[in-house]
């Protein structure tokens, strides 16, 4: 059937705003590694019952068993305040690893053993641009990886208190554009079974693999944040478990 002009105009109107709807797909993974290693600052295989000096509570509940560390979300509900105590709000289980670092590789095995997903964290305490000094994290569900830019996206203070404001739905938008991308996998991670993840954050880019295989990259300027005080590995559900983790300081590979 041949359209009229003005349909056709309307139709392809349709069609563009449609597409401009729709996210932008993620920029590819980076076949090789973005990071070089260069001294080890940090290893632990969780063989003693108690943890390293370097780690610290965060979030309940962490333990060492069988040497392995094991995270678990406890804080699942939303507890309002009530006989002079604060309300609690539901937060993943998060274990912090005081190991500063700028550019760095982390590995570390993960199992998910119940846990809807499993990540590792870095922040900057002192900065107070974002909650809590968040600025970047790689997520690992059984699913996909997603990637995130919190200093200057999710958790930055001043998008945050914008977000209150509808007028300023649309600057939100724009200042977040970029700053979350989620890379499904083909196959979906099994429970119960170990997998090596390593992150690699150099400069204002971030890379992941899972078990040697690219699974997620984002560029974004939150990442290049100087002083990455904290490692902290998060845990949502239960459980999910983490063992022989490494921390090394890196350049990137391509000077």
């Not at 997998?195 to 290049?224: C, N």
Request: charged share 30%; glycine share 8%.
């Amino acid at each position: 059937m041949k359209l009229s002009p003005l349909l056709a105009a309307l139709v392809m109107t349709s069609s563009v705003a449609a597409a401009a709807d729709k996210p932008a797909a993620p920029a590819a993974v980076p076949a090789d590694p973005i990071a070089k290693k260069g001294k080890l600052l940090f290893s632990d295989d969780f063989e003693s019952a108690t943890p390293a000096k370097a780690w610290h509570k965060v979030v309940p509940t962490f333990t060492v068993e069988g040497g392995v560390l094991k995270g678990t979300q406890t804080r699942d509900k939303e507890v309002p305040a009530a006989d002079g105590k604060p309300a609690v709000t539901a937060h993943a289980a998060v274990f912090g690893l005081d190991v500063p670092t700028k550019d760095s590789v982390v590995e570390v095995k993960m199992k998910f053993d119940g846990a809807t997903l499993m990540d590792v964290e870095f922040d900057d305490r002192k900065f107070t641009g974002s909650h809590y000094g968040h600025l970047c994290r790689a997520q690992v569900k059984p699913t996909g990886v997603t990637l995130v830019d919190e200093r200057d996206g999710t958790q930055n203070e001043e998008i945050k208190a914008m977000k209150a404001d509808p007028a300023k739905k649309a600057e939100v938008a724009a200042r977040m554009k970029g700053k979350v991308v989620t890379f499904p996998f083909a196959t979906k991670l099994e429970a119960g079974k170990w997998y090596t993840v390593v992150v690699e954050t150099v400069g204002d880019e971030m890379r992941v693999t899972v078990d040697g295989k690219p699974a997620g990259f984002l560029k974004s300027s939150g990442i290049g944040h100087a002083t990455k005080s904290k490692i902290e590995l998060g845990v949502a559900g239960k459980d999910g478990l983490f063992d022989d983790i490494k921390v090394w300081e890196a350049e990137p590979a391509k000077q």
